[in-house]
């Protein structure tokens, strides 16, 4: 599909595979082509760091905020990790990605964390995505360079306890995109984008009693990826990433002594700018102000910095329009907000089944879709395996598998830190 490029259309290296690989958009809807001319999707450079890199949370429907700790936390909500009751583990996670369109995307992720003591934890994880092979060519078909674009995010985090049921954290993360390899764009070389950013991340769980059942509540917020814009070439030229905020909760119930059930939802809002309406000219074409910049009909310039832009983005929708060419912006902003409803059984602490569904709005995505997951723990080992199932058809990301291997390593029981665990 992408292996034969010319210099015109090597830009979509930067910003059409990015998208498909997060966004599946109906070929009528491109370019604000949509019947009702509401289209607007949230637009960012790496959207690979939104990915669901593992499976336990992919076989909730990318949920995972809130739920019980363990060493894919890191890209969740890393202050889950300080509530871990081992020692110190390891996974690795592999995504064969966009089968359905190519058979070479693939997603590989490496986390691991150390308990310093009854307290602190450090973790770390790396994050590969790896686009296949591309032919660069000329406007004539003559080849340029062969390539092999990929992007990867190296993180270290850092939690705390900070009372019997409250953890804090804070990751930091190195990006680097290389998507043209170094090819020259009408006249520019292009060159890998990189960009720092940092987690900030709260989790609380408690114990409490349903029904004569113990269970356990757990809520958490984690905000990702405050960092700075990213360029391929031009510094004129920055791009957001993807600047997060997932919130949710979770409900365990000991069903009995040898079962326990669990639901668990996510909300989720990019805190980038949302693309404006501008005015346009007698020609049809964009109307420039005096500045050189186009003027904004609705909504709000999302020329700003990633501070502003994030607080910007609350606000700054150009609004759905009703019937009388009134526009909402509440409306278009609570679009940007999605949702994924997660459930996961456990029989004896060794076998887990999964299920979940995950909800973008169609005027802002359309990811809709269904996932089904199992797990299973022995001893120190423990593998993961999930499924995703399209809620329509003609998707991208059908037939999605995701496979994960973990071990955890324990410490003497006297040594353990006494910490309630969700």
Do not use: C
């Not at 791009?239 to 997932?246: A, K, L, S, V, Y």
């Amino acid at each position: 599909m992408f292996k034969k490029l010319t210099t015109y259309t090597v830009t979509l290296i930067v910003s059409v595979i990015p998208v498909i690989s997060q966004t599946p958009i109906n070929p009528g809807q491109l370019n604000g082509s949509s019947t009702n001319g509401e289209l607007n999707p949230v637009e960012t450079s790496v959207p690979f760091l939104t990915i669901a890199p593992e499976s336990r949370g992919g076989g909730m429907a990318d949920a995972g905020a809130a739920t019980s700790p363990d060493v894919y936390s890191m890209h969740w909500n890393p202050a889950k990790y300080a509530f871990i009751e081992n020692k110190f583990g390891v996974s690795f996670s592999y995504t064969p990605w966009l089968r359905n369109l190519v058979n070479d995307i693939d997603l590989a992720y490496l986390a691991g964390y150390y308990r310093i003591d009854r307290t602190q934890v450090m973790a770390a994880s790396l994050r590969y995505f790896s686009l296949g092979e591309v032919e660069f060519r000329n406007d004539q078909g003559e080849l340029i360079k062969p390539a092999k674009p990929n992007e990867m995010a190296v993180d270290l985090g850092y939690s705390r306890l900070f009372g019997q049921h409250v953890s804090g954290a804070l990751a930091f993360r190195y990006i680097n995109s290389n998507l043209a390899s170094g090819a020259t764009v009408l006249g520019v070389d292009s060159k890998p984008g990189w960009s720092f950013a940092v987690d900030a991340a709260v989790y609380y769980n408690n114990k409490i009693t349903i029904s004569d059942k113990d269970a356990k509540i757990a809520f958490g917020l984690n905000i990702s990826n405050i960092g700075k814009k990213i360029s391929y070439g031009n510094d004129l030229n920055k791009d957001f990433i993807p600047t997060n905020m997932r919130l949710g909760g979770s409900l365990t119930t000991d069903l009995n002594e040898y079962n326990s059930f669990m639901v668990t939802v996510d909300f989720n809002k990019l805190l980038v700018p949302t693309r404006p309406i501008y005015w346009t000219n007698s020609e049809g074409g964009d109307s420039i102000g005096s500045d050189g910049n186009r003027k904004v009909r609705f909504g709000k310039d999302p020329n700003v910095s990633v501070v502003s832009g994030i607080f910007q983005s609350f606000y700054d929708a150009p609004g759905v329009p009703d019937k009388n060419g009134h526009r909402s912006v509440l409306k278009e902003e609570l679009r940007e907000v999605t949702y994924a409803i997660g459930m996961e059984y456990w029989y004896r602490k060794q076998f887990a089944i999964r299920a979940g569904y995950f909800h973008e709005n169609q005027y802002k995505g359309n990811r809709q879709f269904y996932t089904f997951g199992l797990g299973l723990r022995l001893n120190v080992f423990g593998m993961d395996f999930s499924y995703l199932v399209p809620a329509k058809s003609n998707y991208p990301l059908a037939n999605t598998l995701r496979f994960s291997l973990l071990f955890d390593f324990g410490v003497p029981k006297k040594d353990k830190p006494q910490i309630q665990n969700p």
